[in-house]
């Protein structure tokens, strides 16, 4: 007999909370929703399928090496909430901490990852920066020869980074949730919000109305679209992001592998694939199509790191959306204007590491109807008010 | 998605001989106060659909333009000078 890890319901026609987007940030705020603060009575809508967008498409790296002190400090809450996430929600995620290499090919690179592994270890993160001989002696088969376009220079090396099973994270949130009683509409699809005297009253979908007084919007490339139904322009542009998958081979790759000047990561899966995953397309796009551009430059710049991989036979390739921020960090806030909407986006190209912390904070902000200290650097004005929070060494790759 | 896109001095190109630059926003008054300022350095529409945008033909013939394009599957989409912008809206 199967048993379902979420059920369908019948949607009620009011709801205490309504969370738009069922990939990890909504269901985790919707977990965290119940679990810390005891409100149950929930609705997750999504479009699709819970887990069709980012939280399906990532390349599954987890770590919390960042640039700036609000970086470090919230990813690194969300590294210790993924740390012990198996075993609070009873399933297996696959977490395997098996460390980070971010390598430099320039001077310039080499002194931002300095600057970060130093970052890193005054706030507790552990980084430390190895040399070309030492990577070599944890990753066997890379080129640290000076024939390569971009010689490998040295690497930022963060031992608790790792990769987890994308998947399995949507499900045991969406399943955490649905145990403590919030509902989770699929192939819902919102439509309008209702806003009267700067306050919100409902959500409008293609079935039916719901009546609700806080309504958090967790849509990551596609909040432009939602948050223009409140009156709210957001600092997001869309871009596709690619990444492919390789067959399988005999376990070699031992360790995360990043270099941010070829735009390239890649990992290797327990079940032997190698998950590669590259910058964002150059121009904006809300399509989720691959192109044969991705897979030359990104088979040219994989082979000056591992020229072993000359015959390696690629399985699939796919695009998520990325709501990419000027600064590289998210947008997790309160709006002034509307009372009860909540705005949880700019995850850009760095979410799904980002995910328990983002619904733990969430959930903390609607419950409160304040903001968290932790996420206080994260709102969406911050921009035109010059406060930035500069990421763009950190959270990405090549942009 | 890669296409090829309409420079209005070259005619049809690969997508990547050209950078995307911006959607088009009019541009405040030098003498606009720092709030419409900083929206119109930072706040953007980022449509699901048709929007015009500024790109530039880096690998070509150096020119600025506009294009009117669908976000949602490039395919249809007119290129124009700034010149022209004018009398097509």
Known sequence: MTERMWNNHEMRSSYDVVIIGGGAHGLATAYYLAKNHGITNIAVIEQKFIGYGGSGRNTAILRSNYRTEEGILFYDQSLKLYEDLAQELDYNLMFSQQGHFTLGHSTASMQALTTRAAYNRALGVNSTILDPPEIKKMLPEIDISNHPRYPIMGALYHPPGGIIRHDAVVWSYARGADQRGVHIHQLTEVQDILVENGEVRGVKTNRGTIHCKQVVSCVAGWSSEICKMVGIKLPLVTHPLQALVTTDYKPWLHHVVVSSTLHIYLSQTDRGELVCGNGIDHYPHYGMRSTLGFLESYAAHLLELFPILHNVTVQRQWAGLCDMTPDYSPIISMVDDVDGFYINCGWGTWGFKGSPASGWNTAQMVAERKTPDMIAAFRHDRYVKNRLVGEKAAASVGN | ?89
């Open chain 2, 1 to 89: 998605m890669s296409f090829q896109l309409n420079c209005p001095n070259c005619g049809k190109r690969a997508v990547s001989e050209f950078s995307f630059k911006c959607e088009y926003m009019e541009r405040p008054e030098a003498d606009a106060d720092f709030k419409e300022w900083g929206d119109y350095i930072f706040l953007r529409e980022n449509k699901k659909g048709t929007q015009t945008e500024w790109w530039f033909h880096r690998s070509g013939c150096q020119s600025w333009f506009l294009v009117e394009r669908d976000t949602t599957n490039n395919t249809d989409h007119k290129s124009f000078w700034y010149k022209d912008l004018k009398q097509k809206k």
